[in-house]
């Protein structure tokens, strides 16, 4: 049977066109060509932040997601994985990648695979997807992809740093995306799927009258009953 | 079905003059509108319980008997009451108080607190937020129905042939609301009790709202109190009216654009789509809430904000006027008319004594305590030892 993964790219240059829309791209087709590889289908959805800037803002000071704001959040909850590419800004990501994730609710990304992007103007902030950002997805408990792929502007052209390789960055490319595409057929995303299912059925296990027939969103299964709670049933 | 205001009493500059008032005119001010709420009809006057500026009510029961001293009919409620930083033992006694000495008119909406230090300067864990409500809702609960308790827990310290005092009025403890958000444990909670579900949903769109009160609603059925549409529901709103919908937008929006919570977001055309908040003439605030009802069903209260984001108190007063004379008759005419006969009404102290009295017998208050001795308290096997 052949399985569709389904990718997600948030992509948060403020640009357009952007450098970091063209490494979003060149990450999700190399991803999608990894995966479909074994006959697997694949789904790219590509979210530029940019065009939710006042949505994000407005969920951080209302703390409840506009409509527009929830169609991304439930694409992010559906999806097998997260391709994630920002511009660093003062050594960091850019302040409109990281309110994202300040915005909605951190249980979206536990266990999600993640693959990491990041550009800017020279290599010298190469580094600042691993102090920067990769920490973020630490502490979200996300499934990171070892290899992130950072791109200076310099990396759009030809090999100009003397590796052997005649275009460094499609060969980091290439290398993430199969990195992201073995985790996922090794089943990390059913993984991240299941674990939700276990936390709902270990910690707060749903009560035996709400079954198939309740239309509640997952959250709402969110408690103990109360009897078990008091000792009492 | 009821309707009423609450106030969570912040002292908030208009910021149209920038005048801010001082303490002592906020409250009074809230005396006013509780006062004025009566005479225009409106059945519920709720505060809110805080203890950080920029609030001013942190004792609600003594506001609350101040106003009831000066009404007759309208039932005296919170917004919320902190069961996890408030001592239950404190809040059975004070809630008992009032009840006594307002002849019932007296509810509760329970809350847990979302100000982080408000729980250590109590000496609590805010990480322990909703342990610490199930565990001292539950104390509550005992010290309302028991005539003695004995207690240990987590939270507070045990008690031993403990005595609240005085008993509730008639024997019937003052009906309880559970107000929350986001968690959907403390639907649960209300539920498992067969108390109410306040669902303050001002600041929040109807598709979370309606799920927070299905689940209660589902849950209320579950511990067999009932069917789940005979659970008992209050909603939050919001709403600035004037005549003429387009004068009440222009004079309502400062007020919007820098209010706490929602300032500097959302445009007011955003969130008045997206909340309950309405903004326009009467008809279109009673046109939005016919509608509430189709969301979660036939409910029993509907509460109202009204003196928030700095608003004047002469513009407080009359949005309450317009409220009880304009609004309230046609929503409680069309919302009751709806309403199938076996969802039940609104929870009030006669009507609990009724029903207790249904199911009981009449209360007896020469021979409260089930030990026969009204004055220690003590049973009467534990006396002889």
Redesign the interface.
Known sequence: MTRTFRLVALTAGLSTPSSTRMLTDQLTRESAAALSRDGSQVEVTTVELREYAHDITDALLTRFPSEKLAMVIEQVRAADAIIAVTPVFNVGPSGLFKTFFDAVDMELWKNKPVLLGATAGTARHSLAIDYAIRPMFSYLKSEVVSTAVFAASSDFGADTEGQADGQPLTVRVRRAAAELATLLQAGLGDAAADADGAAATAGAEPAPARGARSTLDAEFADFVPMDRLLGRD | MQFGIFTIADITPDPTTGRVPTEHERLMSMVEQGKLAEQVGLDVFAIGEHHNPPFVTSSPTTTLAYVGAQTSTIILSTATTLITTNDPVKIAEDYAMLQHLTGGRVDLVMGRGNTGPVYPWFGQDIRKGVEIA?SNY?LLRRLWTEDVVNWEGEFRTPLQQFTSTPRPLDGVAPFVWHGSIR???I???A???GDGFLHNNI???MS?TK??V??YR??F???GHGKAHQAYVGLGGQAFMRKNSQDAINEFRPYFDNAP??G???TME??TA?TPLTVGSPEQVIERYLTMADHVGDYQRQMFLMDHAGLPQKTVLEQIELLGTDVVPVLRKELEARKPADVPEAPTHARRVAAAAAKNGAFDDAYRFETGDNWTGLRAEDARN
Request: proline share 9%; glycine share 6%; aromatic share 22%.
């Open positions: 199930i539950d968690s959907p444990q639907a649960e909670q539920a498992y009790y600041f929040w769109p979370h799920q927070m299905q689940l589902e849950r059925e579950h511990y919570v929602y500097g977001g959302p955003d969130f997206q």
